[in-house]
């Protein structure tokens, strides 16, 4: 066989492998979801527990201790994580602190990195 049979056995076999793949790849993951259609002719109702939505994270301060509470800002909810020092944070991030809403815990770590970093102590 010619080289260049081989090479384009190999492209043509690896365009199929590549577009096949994501495709039941995203299939068996929807097999496991319940997907919800809305039909704008009928007036039902959507029940809540069919809908999956993100928690939210916010800020709870009392007495300096910080604590990281699921839910949105103003709402109590379960504590994530508590016990986090803030007296030596500047006072205008801890005055924000509790207002700010997070939709996932890796941006409350980036806010908790960025308050501690030496730059905002000085």
């Known amino acids: 066989m010619s080289r260049y049979i081989i090479i384009s056995l190999v492209l ?9 793949v994501p495709v039941v790849t995203s299939w068996w993951y929807d097999l496991g979801r319940n997907s919800i ?12 527990e069919d ?3 993100n ?9 300096g201790v910080l604590s990281v509470i699921e839910g949105a800002p103003g709402a109590s909810g379960k504590a994530i994580v508590t016990g986090l020092n803030v007296q030596t944070w500047p006072k205008e991030m801890v005055d924000i ?14 806010f908790i990195d960025t308050v ?7």
């Open 55 to 63: 928690p939210t994270y916010h800020f709870g301060i009392e007495q």
């Open 37 to 48: 259609s809305l039909n704008s002719s009928t007036a039902e109702a959507v029940s809540t």
């Open 116 to 122: 501690n970093e030496t730059l905002w102590l000085e």
């Open 97 to 110: 602190a509790p207002k700010v809403e997070f939709y996932s815990l890796d941006e409350v770590q980036s």
């Open 12 to 20: 043509i076999i690896g365009l199929g492998v590549g577009s096949i």
């Open 51 to 53: 809908v999956w939505v």
